[in-house]
């Protein structure tokens, strides 16, 4: 391996992150270019450790997408690269389906869009009445459903460590516990400050997800938006709650916001979870009910869109809040379509944080968003569906590395 000055390692591409986008990203880079020195750093000890490892493990169809999207054609054209992948590499997935599940007149008129979008979008989708609903799901209750048959569970962690394992065994290098402290973009190369060393790169490409404003603000990159975080709360059924649902149970979502609202997920570990909802954060890394980072608090507060944010959705930010301390609120989000499912049915089960990005007007980023420099790219909002379109995220950053490349 070449030296820079001052003794520090050289590399050709240095990924940042190694959830599923940067493990797909790294695995792919070291395809398309054998002879490249590719460097994947990750901060934490294991692959996949934040939002990968704690999603619900769903193969999306690509059912709420505006048509013409990135998350539209991501979506659709990762599903079937997922399913591929775990395919070739002898990965467990199940391609269950899903009902989308209208339990009132109003979500009913918001079933007859999505299922609009889905024929927009070419998906395959079936509407069902309320006796077909019954047929399909005897537990489950509503007017109507949409039924997805595409949609799918898989374990991305498993995926991940698959990832990690083919771009190593490719020759890439993978540096667990590292993290990035600096960066420092000159004409002819990025310097890397780590906790533990320091590399250089020619070109830089950043998946980190929760810390992707940062990584910007460290380059000095202009953008408008910051993350905030959403803690996405879960239980798991009791096992004898296993086969309460054939398919994977979903609500009509609110338009509005990129949360999917509270559902009933096989995991393909054979278990039921029911969840996430979307409560506001105050630690971009807490996962426990209480938590708050200082940093995090004091970044958010001195960000106009988050108050603008707040101001949008104090109902649904109060709601969210209170059904996450108040359990019969939660379960009532369940029982409105599955009244099956009693208190004591809601054991604890790990939660996940949502790094979505909010611009300085208050709004919501929905689709996938970049941002550049002459050596650099990041992935700024990758929220779900990113770990079903992992593999053309990867795709779309490397096609546009290569304009990069050639432009310098």
């Known amino acids: 391996m070449s030296e820079a000055s001052g003794g520090s390692a050289v590399y050709d591409i240095t990924v940042i992150g190694a959830g599923i986008v940067g493990l797909s990203t790294a695995w792919q880079l070291q395809q398309r270019y054998p002879k490249y020195r590719i460097l994947l750093i990750e901060k934490e000890v294991e692959v996949g450790s934040h939002q990968t490892g704690h999603n619900s493990g769903v193969i999306h169809a690509g059912v709420y997408y505006a048509p013409g999207s990135l998350k539209a054609d991501f979506c659709q054209r990762g599903a079937t690269a997922t399913k591929a992948f775990c395919l070739q590499?002898?990965?467990?997935?199940?391609?269950?389906?899903?009902?989308?599940?209208?339990?009132?007149?109003?979500?009913?008129?918001?079933?007859?869009?999505?299922?609009?979008?889905?024929?927009?979008?070419?998906l395959e989708v079936y509407k069902l009445g309320q006796a077909e609903l019954k047929e399909r799901e005897p537990n489950v209750k509503g007017l109507a459903a949409l039924y997805v048959p595409s949609t799918g569970i898989v374990s991305y962690r498993?995926?991940?460590?698959?990832?990690?394992?083919?771009?190593?065994?490719?020759?890439?290098?993978?540096?667990?516990?590292?993290?990035?402290?600096?960066?420092?973009?000159?004409?002819?190369?990025?310097?890397?400050?780590?906790?533990?060393?320091?590399?250089?790169?020619s070109y830089l490409v950043s998946c980190s997800g929760l810390m992707a404003d940062r990584l910007t603000k460290m380059l000095n990159i202009p953008t408008d938006f910051q993350i905030i975080p959403f803690r996405g709360e879960y239980y798991r059924l009791p096992t004898k709650h296993n086969q309460i649902v054939n398919h994977l149970i979903y609500p009509i979502p609110d338009p509005d916001l990129p949360f999917l609202g509270v559902h009933l997920t096989r995991m393909i570990d054979g278990s039921v979870t029911v969840g996430p909802n979307a409560v506001q954060g105050w630690k971009r890394e807490g996962y426990g009910r209480i938590n708050i980072n200082l940093r995090d608090v004091f970044d958010m507060v001195r960000?106009?869109?988050?108050?603008?944010?707040?101001?949008?959705?104090?109902?649904?930010?109060?709601?969210?809040?209170?059904?996450?301390?108040?359990?019969?609120?939660?379960?009532?989000?369940?029982?409105?379509?599955?009244?099956?499912?009693s208190l004591d049915d809601l054991q604890e089960y790990p939660a996940g944080i949502r790094a979505q990005a909010v611009m300085k007007d208050g709004s919501l980023v929905h689709d996938f968003l970049f941002a550049q420099s002459a050596r650099t790219l990041h992935v700024c909002n990758a929220p779900s569906p990113a770990a079903t379109s992992a593999f053309p995220i990867g795709e779309y950053i490397i096609n546009k590395l290569d304009d990069q490349i050639t432009s310098v």
Not at 93 to 116: H, P, S, W
Not at 170 to 191: N, P, Q, Y
């Open 89 to 122: 590499y002898n990965i467990k997935f199940d391609e269950c389906g899903k009902l989308l599940v209208a339990t009132n007149i109003a979500e009913q008129e918001r079933m007859e869009a999505l299922y609009l979008r889905c024929q927009e979008n070419n």
């Open 158 to 201: 498993e995926i991940c460590q698959k990832l990690a394992d083919l771009f190593v065994g490719k020759g890439g290098e993978l540096r667990l516990g590292t993290e990035v402290v600096g960066l420092d973009e000159s004409h002819e190369r990025v310097a890397i400050t780590l906790n533990n060393d320091v590399v250089n790169t």
């Open 303 to 341: 960000f106009p869109g988050f108050w603008k944010l707040l101001m949008n959705h104090w109902k649904t930010g109060l709601m969210e809040t209170k059904n996450s301390w108040y359990k019969p609120g939660y379960l009532a989000q369940v029982q409105k379509y599955c009244d099956l499912v």
